[in-house]
């Protein structure tokens, strides 16, 4: 089992930036390819970014436009996203997840872990 916790989360105003972080313990060599999905109130839970674990290959969500950046840090153990020039629209709920599989993805089906989630608010 892998177990993750995100952090960094707060309310922020449109254009300003903010850094999530994804911790993992547990028997995180099992963990492959991470990702972030961010779920806003009424909404489906939807792919925002993905990382694998060997070769380091990145999946962006069309939204993002060049605004986020994944990355992760296998020995500390953490993943993290840079969000920049931040909209009202990027408000939600942004979940970091694991797959036991390294490869890259979108779908939420393929991610076995999942942590708590943390709130983003962006105000316009």
């Known amino acids: 089992q892998v177990q993750l916790v995100e952090s960094g989360g707060g309310l922020v105003q449109a254009g300003d930036s903010l850094k999530l972080s994804c911790a993992a313990s547990g028997r995180t060599s099992s963990a492959g390819a991470m990702a972030w999905f961010r779920q806003a109130p009424g909404k489906e839970r939807e792919f925002v970014t993905s990382?694998?674990?060997?070769?380091?290959?990145?999946l962006y969500a069309p939204f993002v436009e060049g605004r986020f950046t994944v990355s992760r840090d296998d020995a500390r153990d953490m993943m993290y996203i840079q969000m920049n020039s931040l909209k009202p629209e990027d408000t939600a709920v942004y979940y970091c997840a694991a797959s036991r599989r390294d490869f890259q993805t979108m779908d939420r089906r393929d991610y076995e872990y999942w942590g708590q989630g943390t709130q983003v608010t962006v105000s316009s």
């Open positions: 990382i694998t674990r060997v070769g380091g290959g990145l």
